[in-house]
């Protein structure tokens, strides 16, 4: 099966510094997601990005489908931006589905 | 509501019991996934529906996993004869269309399941 590699593992910021998480893929795909999850355990969907670049607030991801990669720029980082931030690529299964594969996340801790 | 829900958040239940897992998913939306989260295996795919049909049930660990789904809405989990290693959070998603640019899945918060 198709293997989603993240990095960094874990990353600890100062609030105010910027940061970029990666997310690797073996296999074209269909489409990606970003998710953060809360410490509460909610998926909370960022991007839903198969190519180009999009932006949302201080959170902005990119998608090089052809290289098979993608990456979520956090800027401006705050206390609240803690969490796990998970890639997740969808193709389809050849079962008739579409299911999500994910990587194994990066988890972000943000220090006042 | 607006989201996905899910009941109970949290189970626990004795080795050998049976327990069902409930999902109501985002209105309208035709696909619905199941997926389980663990500490070893990190997410992990179990069963997609579209409408009340199962084409994809490939991530069921074993034979004592079971899903339907009525009316194309609500969907129902069940593990059977429990154990020790099905302990994890299951989560549901759901989605407008599968195969198309409008499969963006939202997720509910999960039923934590320990297994004791």
């Known amino acids: 099966g198709i293997q989603v590699e993240q990095s960094p593992p874990d990353l600890i910021l100062q609030e105010g510094a910027n940061s970029t998480l990666r997310c690797n893929f073996s296999d074209s795909v269909n489409n990606l997601q970003w998710f953060h999850q809360n410490p509460w355990g909610q998926l909370i969907n960022l991007f839903y990005i198969p190519s180009g670049t999009k932006q949302n607030g201080r959170l902005s991801a990119t998608t090089v489908a052809t290289e098979r990669y993608s990456l979520l720029y956090i800027s401006s980082s705050q206390t609240t931006d803690s969490g796990v931030y998970f890639c997740a690529v969808e193709r389809y299964s050849g079962a008739g589905s579409y299911q999500l594969t994910f990587g194994k996340g990066t988890k972000l801790s943000v220090i006042p | 509501g607006a989201g996905v829900s899910q009941s109970p958040s949290n189970k626990v239940t004795e080795k050998g019991k049976d327990v069902e897992l409930r999902c109501d998913p985002i209105?309208?939306?035709?696909?619905l996934y199941w997926y389980r989260q663990s500490l070893g295996q990190g997410l992990e795919f179990l069963i997609y529906?579209?409408?009340?049909?199962?084409?994809?049930k490939s991530g069921l660990p074993s034979d004592r996993f079971s899903a339907e789904r009525t009316g194309g809405s609500v969907s129902t989990l069940t593990i059977q004869r429990t154990q020790q290693e099905d302990s994890a959070v299951y989560l549901c998603?759901?989605?407008?269309?599968?195969?198309?640019?409008?499969?963006?899945?939202?997720f509910g918060p999960g039923t934590r399941l320990t297994v004791l």
């Open positions: 209105s309208g939306h035709t696909a």
């Open positions: 998603a759901s989605s407008l269309a599968a195969g198309s640019s409008y499969n963006e899945q939202f």
């Open positions: 529906f579209q409408g009340n049909s199962a084409p994809d």
